[in-house]
């Protein structure tokens, strides 16, 4: 496509339900990151996936969260028991190839709310 | 480990003044610094960044960055803003060279302008 497709772009759950995020690169992109942006927070990095490497997950903060990219292009971030302080927007983002001097292009984000 | 200071949380300016949005960071090496904007209900987007060369940048719609080694500093300015120009803006740095290549991002200036 054009551009990184999120989905869900909204998502009200209860506690302790889990709940999975879905990230649909630029075609051709071999970098993938995901980041979490809460009001006030600024943004956080959360896991990043380069080809077939191993992902870095020095982000993600418990092992509730979990992510997988299948095939070296979609991407999905996975939730368990979710709790209120999860609520925040999910951002994923990718780039055309390794290097930190590359642009990262970034979805427009899955607000998640846990009620 | 790097950081990024964003001093100001929210510049509120009148239109056709100038700006200076403030950011400093930390690294024990050397980065790439970038300067993201966020339009109200739209997905980050990259405004500049600096990788090597020049230690002035600029974007296509005005904005300019100057790169400061010295100073640890990459303030982005505006010398007359336009009410099109708010929005949230978020400096970020990355690890030149090495294996890590995710952006460490500032926590965001809102930036609003008056008629």
């Known amino acids: 496509g054009a551009g990184v497709s999120q989905s869900p772009s909204n998502k009200v759950t209860e506690k302790g339900k889990d709940v999975e995020l879905r990230c649909d690169p630029i075609s051709g992109h071999t970098a993938l990151y995901w980041y979490r942006q809460s009001l006030g927070q600024g943004l956080e990095f959360l896991i990043y996936f380069q080809g077939n490497s191993a992902p870095d997950k020095s982000g993600l903060p418990s092992d509730r969260f979990s992510a997988e990219r299948t095939g070296g292009s979609v991407s999905t971030l996975t939730i368990q028991r979710t709790q209120q302080e999860d609520s925040a927007v999910y951002l994923c983002?990718?780039?055309?190839?390794?290097?930190?001097?590359?642009?990262?292009?970034f979805g427009e984000g899955s607000w998640l709310t846990v009620v | 480990a790097q950081s990024v200071t964003q001093l100001d949380s929210q510049v509120p300016v009148f239109e056709e003044a100038p700006v200076e949005l403030r950011c400093n960071y930390s690294?024990?090496?050397?980065?790439?610094l970038f300067w993201y904007v966020q339009y109200p209900n739209q997905g980050l987007q990259l405004l500049l960044k600096?990788?090597?060369?020049?230690?002035l940048v600029e974007s296509i719609n005005g904005f300019e960055a100057e790169f400061n080694k010295s100073q640890t500093s990459f303030h982005l300015r505006k010398p007359s803003v336009h009410i099109s120009d708010t929005a949230e803006y978020f400096c970020a740095v990355s690890w030149r060279g090495g294996s890590n290549y995710k952006l460490t991002f500032g926590k965001g200036t809102l930036l609003t302008v008056n008629p």
């Open positions: 983002a990718s780039s055309k190839q390794i290097g930190s001097g590359n642009t990262i292009y």
């Open positions: 600096y990788l090597s060369g020049s230690t």
């Open positions: 690294s024990s090496v050397s980065v790439y």
